[in-house]
Each structure stands twice: as structure tokens, then as C-alpha cells.
């Protein structure tokens, strides 16, 4: 599972006594995108029972692989700057492991809900800064969704599909300075409420057991 990642956080820096504060309603927003997310599903029944029993009935799966985030570097620098810091070097730390744990009910061969859990990982940045000192920020993504699940099947076992649904995302923020940079508020939690869309395939090995191939993205926004 590859999450992807758009513009991460900023910060509001005070001049006047070298501080540093989260913006708590100003804070952009990270964009979450699964590539190549492997799934495992496994149907509720009976072994033995006819393959026309796939087309309903309720399933449990999980996934994980590599997430990845995207953060928002200039606008970063550029609040460093506003408040009379000059970055000296900038680093970023995007790319973390994630996974997610899901369960639906299939209504037919073409539709199904599904809700679930995930965890996008950790991401972080280090900015060294003259006057001398550091900026650390780091932020932890989770949620749960739910979707609705659109099949096209192109055999009995073999189907592609596409999700849209509404995940709740908790974002745990912090920051951390050292020498100039103070830090007022190092840690704030955001919630809200976004969309969530995906494509993928999935092979039904069995009755029972199937294998999924998906792209997810979703939006988690940090107000």
C-alpha cells in the first residue's frame, strides 16, 4: 500500500521572541493516495458452496505496504523567513508504512459497502535555521471510512472495481524547536471529514478467499 501526499502542514512564527506556534486553524492539508495496495478478502460461508454464492454475502480483508506524503516545504521556509529566520537546510522524512483493515457486505455481483480502519504512518521535516536553530514537525495520520464498491466482471473469479465513499481522519501534530526557535504549542490533534475514491481488480482464488490489487485516495484536511 503506497500512500501519496499532498501539502502537509505550516507553522506561524512570532519574530518578536523568536517563538513558534502550529497554525491551529490554518494548517494545510495532506493528500493520501494507495497505490498498489494488496488486499486480502475473506468470504463468510461454507466451503463447497456454489461460486454464485461470491456475488453476496459479508467478507473481512486487510492490506498494507508504503505510504508516502508530500510536505508543504515553501510555505514552511517561507513562515521561517516572515518571522527573521533564514533556512540553512531543509529535510523531509516522506515515506512511511501503512495498513488498514476493512470489512463490507456484498449486496450483488456489482455492488458493496464497505467500512474499515487505516493508518497512513508517520512523516516528518527538520529545518535548520540562522539565527541558529531547528524546526521539527511530525504528523500521524489515521481514520475510518466507509465506501461504496462498484464491481465489473470480466469472468466468474476476475472483476475490476471502483470505491467512493467519506473517511474521518485524526491527525496528530507536532513540533519541536531547539536554540532560536521555541515552540509555544507542540502538539495538536485535528479531525475531520473528507472524501475517499479507488480503482483496482480482484481474483476470487475460492468461494472463500480472494486477492485485490487497489489505488486509493483520500483527502485528510487539517483545519
Known sequence: MNHHAGPLWGAHLLPGNRALVPWSRKMKCIQAQCL??????????????????????WYLGANAGESSATVDETRIVDDLLDAGFDTT???????????????????SRYFALEGGYVDLGNFSFKADTDPAGTLRGGIKIKGVNVDLVGFIPFTPEFAAFGRIGAVRTEAEVSFAGTGAVVVLDPASRERAVNYKLGVGLQFDFTELLAMREATTEQKATVL
Do not use: I, N, W
Open 36 to 57: 498498489s495496495a494488496l488486499s486480502v478478502l475473506a468470504f463468510a460461508g461454507l466451503t463447497g458452496v456454489p461460486a454464485a454464492a461470491q456475488d453476496f454475502g
Open 89 to 107: 537546510a531543509f529535510k523531509d522524512d516522506e515515506g512511511d508504512s501503512g495498513f488498514k483493515f476493512f470489512g463490507g457486505y456484498r449486496f
